[in-house]
């Protein structure tokens, strides 16, 4: 199986011809850590290493892409948000709470926002998987690095 590993990041001003592009995202391929090629825009693009998001392969209720640091809202709660990341995580045990496994793969954080989302087992991550994104009815309301760039 063929996947393509697809990346976002902002893109730095580089030239007077794609200055109106300055601090927007562009989409494509890393052509190492400083630029993608973005197919749609023809072009390859100067990006802010800092800014640069995984594709999860997935998408929201709304059918938008999930990219890693995403934000996304469950339920239409604003209290409820969780950010999508790649790496490792710890399974819990429901009944004892304990770790019983570590795996490598995309999951969600949660972001803390009210004490309930602050307790056990509610702060747990948990895999980003399509079948969690319908159930907690997931929705991309932002991306952390848009939010800590501000």
């Known amino acids: 199986m063929n996947r393509e590993m697809l990346f976002r990041a902002k893109h730095i001003h580089a030239t007077s011809g ?3 592009l300055n601090g927007t995202w562009v989409h494509g391929y890393l052509s190492d850590e400083n630029y993608i090629y973005d197919k749609s ?4 693009f100067l990006i ?4 640069i ?10 059918g938008e892409e999930i990219w ?3 934000i ?14 790649f790496g490792e995580f710890d399974v ?29 087992p509610f ?6 998987t399509d079948t969690y994104i319908k159930l907690n009815e997931m929705e991309v309301v932002g991306n952390i690095l848009t939010i800590l760039s501000c």
Do not use: F, Q
């Open 41 to 44: 825009l023809e072009g390859e």
């Open 53 to 62: 998001c995984r594709y999860a392969n997935l998408t929201d209720l709304k």
């Open 18 to 20: 794609n200055e109106h």
């Open 92 to 120: 819990i045990e429901v009944e004892s709470e304990g770790v019983i496994d570590s795996v490598i793969g995309w999951h969600y954080e949660v972001i803390p926002t009210d004490e309930l989302s602050k307790c056990e």
């Open 68 to 70: 890693e640091n995403d």
């Open 123 to 128: 702060c747990y991550s948990m895999p980003l």
């Open 48 to 51: 802010d290493e800092n800014t």
């Open 72 to 85: 996304l809202m469950c339920h239409g709660n604003p209290d409820d948000l969780v950010k999508a990341v």
